[in-house]
């Protein structure tokens, strides 16, 4: 028998992650974001994203190890050397993200889809200014909007 999950967006690896509830009503501030900066490969996007409110919460977006996306209350870190395979940076801004035109706007809703054997999959936050998409793609962090 497969243990069932308490709820349908708890990741069986990492859990159930910070809830993205806690999003609606806060201003968004300001946006951290992690970089792989390497020779080897051209860059496609952040690995991470951290959504910074009016209440100095922070918001971790990335994806899991198994595909899931993970939403944690989570503050960001340092980048380090990754050695050959370059370094990972962060960067204290919204651009290349689809969140640099809502930044100064209130998260209006948040909507998650899930996948019974991996949890959430997928995050849209609401601005009255739009919404982002977030999601995973052969193990990648994707944002659209």
């Given at each position: 028998?497969?243990?069932?999950?308490?709820?349908?967006?708890?990741?069986?690896?990492?859990?159930?992650?910070?809830?993205?509830?806690?999003?609606?009503?806060?201003?968004?501030?300001?946006?951290?974001?992690?970089?792989?900066?390497?020779?080897?490969?051209?860059?496609?996007?952040?690995?991470?994203v951290w959504l910074i409110d009016d209440l100095d919460g922070s918001t971790r977006i990335t994806?899991?190890?198994?595909?899931?996306?993970?939403?944690?209350?989570?503050?960001?870190?340092?980048?380090?050397?990754?050695?050959?395979?370059?370094?990972?940076?962060?960067?204290?801004?919204?651009?290349?993200?689809?969140?640099?035109?809502?930044?100064?706007?209130r998260v209006g809703a948040v909507r998650e889809r899930w996948d019974p054997a991996t949890g959430?999959?997928?995050?849209?936050?609401?601005?009255?200014?739009?919404?982002?998409?977030?999601?995973?793609?052969?193990?990648?962090?994707?944002?659209?909007?």
């Amino acid at each position: 028998m497969t243990p069932t999950s308490p709820h349908p967006s708890t990741c069986p690896v990492h859990g159930p992650g910070g809830d993205p509830d806690a999003l609606v009503g806060r201003r968004l501030d300001r946006i951290v974001t992690s970089w792989l900066v390497s020779e080897r490969e051209p860059d496609v996007g952040p690995i991470d994203v951290w959504l910074i409110d009016d209440l100095d919460g922070s918001t971790r977006i990335t994806a899991g190890s198994d595909w899931c996306l993970l939403v944690a209350a989570e503050a960001p870190g340092e980048g380090w050397d990754l050695g050959i395979w370059g370094r990972l940076e962060l960067r204290e801004s919204a651009a290349g993200t689809p969140f640099e035109r809502h930044v100064g706007t209130r998260v209006g809703a948040v909507r998650e889809r899930w996948d019974p054997a991996t949890g959430r999959v997928a995050l849209e936050v609401g601005f009255p200014t739009g919404s982002v998409h977030a999601d995973t793609w052969k193990g990648d962090l994707r944002l659209s909007g």
